[in-house]
């Protein structure tokens, strides 16, 4: 049925827009995937020079500077892999058809600012005087990324309790479907004993599939009020338990 919003949009025209977005959204998706392996084979090729350099012996100022430069593009270069996972990670988020546009504002936001601080880091880098100034900045780099990774670990555990919402619904709607063709013969007086003993045993799968999506939604709602990494982990044993 087509009614029209109070904007005046029918149904219709809101699906295929949210069908357009999810495509969108799906094309940034694979985008993002190669940016960051194009920042990964850079910042290997970054590392790689600092490596040689750092073998260099020098006597001049002019040696030292090269140093210092190669040094700064290796930092930057690390920042660089640092953003484009975070890019990565938001049309992760966008692609995904079950999160909620709360959750992804929610997620953007934490992404943005993280983004932030980093790009920060990354103009610090390139105007650092000396390799000490570097290696503070790396620091702060690091624990950055440790907020990053966190960020992940939500993401992940987040779209994992959705996945398993969905192919709970998914075994409900061919429970119901079995149901109705058992019915249809039973009105034929055909024997049904088989088909509802696979039906009940059908039923006792997506029971314990429900059992694994409330261990799941418990752990995540736990782990994102305490960012505990262990509580993530445990995330993703409902989500194996849930495969057997």
């Known amino acids: 049925e087509n009614k029209s919003g109070k904007n005046g949009m029918t149904s219709a025209k809101r699906a295929r827009m949210a069908d357009a977005a999810l495509l969108e959204a799906k094309a940034r998706l694979e985008a ?4 960051y392996n194009d920042a ?5 090729e970054r590392r790689a020079q600092l490596a040689e350099k750092a073998k260099e012996k020098c006597d001049t100022a002019e040696c030292e500077a090269e140093k210092d430069q190669s040094a700064r593009l290796h930092v930057s270069a690390i920042v660089d ?4 996972s975070l890019i990565r990670l938001g049309d992760r988020v966008d692609a995904s058809e079950k999160v ?11 992404i943005a600012e993280l ?8 103009e610090a880098a390139l105007a650092a005087e000396t390799r000490a100034d570097l290696r503070v900045i790396v620091r702060e780099l690091k624990a950055l990324q440790k907020e990053v990774s966190e960020l992940k670990r939500h993401v ?3 779209l994992t ?4 919402e969905r192919v709970h619904v998914k075994l409900q709607n061919v429970a119901k479907s079995m149901e109705a063709r058992i019915a249809a013969l039973q009105k034929k007086d055909v024997d049904t004993t088989d088909l509802e003993k696979v039906l009940a045993d059908f039923n006792a799968a997506i029971e314990k599939l429900r059992e694994a999506q409330v261990k799941a939604d418990a752990k995540f709602e736990e782990a994102k009020a305490t960012k505990n990494r262990e509580l993530y982990n445990e995330v993703r044993e409902a989500r194996e338990d849930a495969k057997q």
């Open 32 to 35: 993002a995937h190669k940016e």
């Open 40 to 44: 990964k084979r850079a910042f290997m």
């Open 81 to 84: 892999v640092m953003i484009a």
């Open 100 to 110: 909620s546009a709360e959750q992804k504002a929610s997620i953007h936001a934490e």
């Open 115 to 122: 983004k932030a601080e980093i790009e920060a880091k990354k």
């Open 156 to 158: 992940a555990s987040l």
């Open 161 to 164: 309790v959705h996945k398993i």
